[in-house]
């Protein structure tokens, strides 16, 4: 999702699939529509083999990390937004 909550690219895997493998095939998927994402939020899932994926398709990758002193729902920058966004579509509810 952009920083507005619009979906910008799909990924389904098997439920035993690693983080890693769906962040690697959503970079390849993004960046194969050469649109402006140049810059992508992941959190503490992702590990390295993402963010050296990410420097081969030229979209910078920066893990967020949740702060160690936080406890319970803490959210964190942006990400809310990809939460949010989440719920609507679960719940099958529009924006208003």
């Not at 649109?35 to 590990?47: E, N, P």
């Not at 083999?49 to 702060?67: A, C, L, Q, Y």
């Amino acid at each position: 999702m952009d920083v507005l909550g619009l979906v910008v690219a799909v990924v389904v895997l098997a439920a035993s699939a690693h983080e890693n493998t769906a962040g690697i095939a959503l970079l390849d998927q993004v960046a194969g529509q050469r649109g402006s994402v140049k810059k992508a939020l992941v959190d503490q899932g992702f590990k390295k083999k993402v963010v050296e994926h990410s420097e081969n398709v030229g979209i910078d990758v920066e893990i967020v990390e949740r702060t160690p002193d936080d406890k319970g729902f803490v959210p964190q920058a942006k990400r809310w937004i990809v939460e949010q966004t989440n719920g609507i579509l679960m719940s099958g509810q529009a924006v208003s």
